[in-house]
């Protein structure tokens, strides 16, 4: 699902473009690759995105903070990394 584009963010800090404004990005990965942990904020705002990504044997399970999944993943599909 989601993987690929959680992938093409690299781990540490960074910076992107989501929506014509910059974020901060931080990414951690835990758990030899298997769990991830994303926050984002707006640097000139107040906006934010904030998840938690898990691999299973079975299933991959998104779990975003406080939000709904769909700004999580509209923001991990379109966010521009710089």
């Known amino acids: 699902m989601l993987l690929t584009w959680i992938q093409k963010i690299p781990e540490g800090y960074s910076e992107g473009i989501y929506n014509n404004t910059k974020y901060s ?6 758990n030899h690759g298997k769990s991830f942990k994303i926050y984002a904020k707006e640097l000139q705002g107040k906006d934010f995105i904030s998840l938690n990504y898990y691999l299973t044997s079975t299933s991959e399970l998104l779990k975003p903070c406080e939000m709904p999944e769909q700004k999580v993943i509209d923001f991990i599909k379109n966010v521009h990394l710089l």
């Not at 990005?25 to 835990?30: A, G, Q």
């Open 25 to 30: 990005i931080t990414k951690e990965i835990f």
